[in-house]
Structure formats: C-alpha cells, structure tokens
C-alpha cells in the first residue's frame, strides 16, 4: 500500500525525519559524490535528497508513481516534478544517468516490471541507488515512519533481484542505526549511533542502500551448424 506524498512530507518536516535525512544523504554522497554533468533522476519521495545534485548535474528530476500523488520541487524555482505510472513511465530509453530509488520500491506490486523500466531508462553504464527498508532493522517494524510500510528486503534480496534484471550489484551497505522513535537519545546521539551501528551491527541498519550499474548486453546470433550426411559403413566382424 503506497502512502501519500503529504505523510511523507510531514515526516522529513518533524525532528526524526529532519535526522533521518541527514544520515541517508551523507550515505548517498558516500556512493555518488560526484555527479557533475549527470542527468539524475529520483523515483519516489525523493525530495529531500535531490538537493544533493541540484547545483552540479546537467539536470535533475523528481518522479513521483500516481499512488502516492505528487508535491512541486524545487520549492522557489521551476518545478521538476512530476507524476508518472508506476512501470510506465514518460522517458525515452536511456535518458538517465544516475537514478535513485526511495519511498517507491517498497511499495510496488510488480518488482519485476519496476526493475524493467529503470534498466530501460537508464543509459548505457548508468547506476541505480536502491534505498529500501531493511527486514532485519527496526525501522521496517515501527508504522509510525514511512519505512514501517510496504514490503522490506534484506541485502541479499534485494540483490538477488537486482542481478536478475540484469543490473550489475554491488555489495549491500547499510545505515539508519538509530531508533525509529522521538526520543532524546535517537535525536540528540544519532550521529554517535550511526558510527557504532556501522562498526558492531552493519547489517541491522534501518535501511538497506545498493548501488547497482546497468548491463549492457550483445545478442550474436549462434552460427547454424553445418551437419554432414550420416553414411554407415559396414565393417566386417573380426
């Protein structure tokens, strides 16, 4: 079940949410730091990571699937949003560069389909960022953030997915260590529990974060093989 764009909107808005971002941007700058020249896309509520790239890729937009609804970005500037089929969408092939995933695989009911479009629509070598809720972390039980919804995955799932749509996956890392809850502790030490988390329990992190870069296939036509006529000949026995 997809929620709507406002849940996520008022989550990034509280003080969680506000923490939570900080800890996956840093995460994202970690695999793409540089993107200058770039054509970046975000499927999802991206909004609050595509700031990232505004100032250095060639050019970025916001993607939003009609379940959830669609909110304007940047604010104060031309939009870049828009909304868009869930495995259908409005680009040509291989118009992307980078694309990052958030608050949209979770959530869809064709895995396969939505793995599909994003092979189509990147170019020849380009990368795709998975961010999704990790099965084996808290914030995947916990209803009261975004990522207490839709279907959770552990690394070796979602790898496993990846490499069969013909995407080259590299090894899952992992972040969001922190509670999923209001607390003092979780708002005031995150960062202090994101570097123990990432030193004494990596894979139990909230979120499960892969990089994945698109295969680039060569169909050959196998030669037909030339077959010679079948000619017995009897050979006395000895």
């Known amino acids: 079940m997809w929620l709507d764009v406002i849940q996520y909107y008022n989550f990034y808005k509280s003080d969680l949410g506000e923490a939570c971002r900080r800890v996956v941007m840093r995460k994202i700058h970690e695999i793409w730091p540089h993107v200058k020249g770039q054509i970046v896309a ?4 991206s909004n609050p990571y595509l700031s990232l790239f505004k100032e250095d890729a060639r050019a970025t937009f916001s993607f939003m699937p009609g379940p959830m609804g669609v909110m304007s970005w940047p604010k104060d500037a031309k939009n870049l949003a828009a909304l868009i ?11 992307i560069d980078l694309l990052l995933v958030v608050h ?3 959530h869809t009911a064709n895995a396969h389909d939505f793995l599909r479009e ?3 629509v990147l170019s020849d070598g380009g990368r795709l960022l998975m961010i999704v809720p990790n099965r084996r972390g808290l914030w995947s039980r916990n209803v009261s953030t975004p990522f207490g919804h839709g279907h959770p995955y552990t690394g070796r799932q979602l790898y496993d997915l990846l ?4 995407f080259t996956p590299s090894n899952p890392q992992y972040c969001l260590h922190m509670p999923p809850f209001n607390s003092f502790v979780s708002l005031q030490f995150y960062e202090a ?3 123990l988390g990432q030193n004494w329990s990596k894979k139990f992190g909230g979120l499960v974060v892969l ?3 698109k295969q680039v296939i060569s169909l050959r036509k196998k030669p037909i093989p030339k077959w010679g006529p079948h000619v017995f000949v009897p050979k006395p026995l000895s």
């Not at 975000?42 to 509520?45: L, T």
């Not at 089929?85 to 118009?95: G, V």
């Not at 490499?163 to 013909?166: G, R, Y």
Request: avoid cysteine; proline fraction near 3%; charged fraction near 30%.
């Open 42 to 45: 975000g499927v999802g509520y």
């Open 193 to 195: 529990l994101e570097s």
């Open 85 to 95: 089929e869930e495995n259908q969408w409005p680009l040509e092939d291989k118009t």
């Open 118 to 120: 994003s092979w189509r």
């Open 211 to 213: 990089e994945a870069q």
């Open 104 to 106: 949209s695989f979770e």
């Open 163 to 166: 490499e069969n749509a013909f």
